[in-house]
């Protein structure tokens, strides 16, 4: 789970990858599928205090794999541009190696879904109230504690930066 990067001078610091993790809106949740097939979904998140929450359906696919196997990686690219004459892309990214537990307190899961209202709609706050009070209860809210956490830039950007 823990490797070394091989281009070290390409690596964040933990404190970039936490800011990238907040301002990203959709990450990719990677899970042990049916069949030892690898299964990766996007979806959106919420990030903060070392874990990440998303909410989904009672049951399905990714709830299956989670009930499986609850290690999970995630991962979110903040930039991802090319750059056709350099034959590069200039990108940020952070994956996340952790694993998923569901949510059963309902103070935490209330506190999980009023994050990711404050994160996706702030602009309606009572409306987030009143749509977590109507479908809360039916949702299921899944916590990613992180375990291992590793940031990386394209070599581009640390060279312009002066770092490389």
Do not use: W
């Not at 936490?18 to 690898?38: K, N």
């Not at 990386?152 to 002066?162: D, H, P, T, W």
């Amino acid at each position: 789970m823990s490797r070394v990067m091989r281009r070290r001078g390409q690596e964040l610091p933990e404190e970039e990858c936490g800011e990238i993790l907040r301002s990203c809106s959709t990450g990719v949740l990677g899970l042990m599928g049916a069949d030892d097939y690898p299964y990766a979904v996007p979806l959106n998140y919420v990030y903060g205090d070392g874990r990440i929450y998303f909410h989904c359906a009672q049951e399905g696919h990714k709830m299956d794999c989670i009930r499986n196997d609850c290690r999970v990686s995630f991962c979110v690219v903040q930039r991802d541009k090319v750059v056709p004459k350099a034959f590069a892309t200039d990108y940020r990214s952070v994956i996340v190696f952790g694993r998923a537990r569901i949510v059963t307190d309902d103070l935490d899961r209330r506190q999980a879904l009023e994050r990711l209202n404050e994160k996706y709609s702030p602009e309606f706050p009572e409306e987030g109230h009143k749509e977590i009070e109507k479908c809360g209860g039916r949702v299921c809210i899944i916590e990613v504690e992180i375990e291992h956490m590793s940031g990386k830039q394209a070599i581009r950007s640390v060279r312009e930066q002066g770092q490389g």
